[in-house]
């Protein structure tokens, strides 16, 4: 490839959706920790058949805020990009496996 083909590829710019996460986020050695770490907020002994009686309930009303709030102190700005988060990890996790 000559230096002008070269000059002719488009530039890399990062995804805006991830341009803000730290490092730790990003480092696919952390992903599986990270998920440990939100799913056991979510984890309750309650069981619901509805959507609404999940809503109701208070002890899973509060797991609930628990885990934006840790989403916030990880760094996610919101729910969207922690699920893009996981798709990117997924795959990443699928193409070059880490064990």
Known sequence: MTEEQAEALPKYTPNPLFSGLSDYLKDPKNFEDIQRKIQETIFTSCVHSTMSSYAECAKCTEKMLERRKLLVRLGFKNAS????????????????PLR
């Open 81 to 96: 990009q922690y699920l893009k988060w996981v798709e990117v990890h997924k795959e990443i996790t699928r193409r070059m």
